[in-house]
């Protein structure tokens, strides 16, 4: 995933996630999302295997 930070106008940011857009009030608000967002996609995944979707 593709992710870019960009100002829009004075007080207004954008993060882009590929063809999607989240705008923020400030710099640090569209850093920290993208941090947040960072760090969520490289945390470990564990897929579940059949018994537990059954269950699930």
Request: charged share 25%; net charge positive; proline share 4%.
């Given at each position: 995933?593709?992710?870019?930070?960009?100002?829009?106008?004075k007080?207004?940011?954008?993060?882009?996630?590929?063809?999607?857009?989240?705008?923020?009030?400030?710099?640090?608000?569209?850093?920290?999302?993208?941090?947040?967002?960072?760090?969520?996609?490289?945390?470990?995944?564990?897929?579940?295997?059949?018994?537990?979707?059954?269950?699930?």
């Amino acid at each position: 995933m593709k992710i870019l930070i960009k100002e829009l106008a004075k007080s207004q940011w954008q993060v882009r996630l590929d063809q999607h857009a989240v705008t923020f009030r400030s710099e640090a608000e569209a850093r920290a999302f993208t941090n947040t967002l960072e760090a969520r996609l490289q945390a470990p995944h564990q897929i579940p295997d059949r018994q537990q979707r059954a269950v699930g």
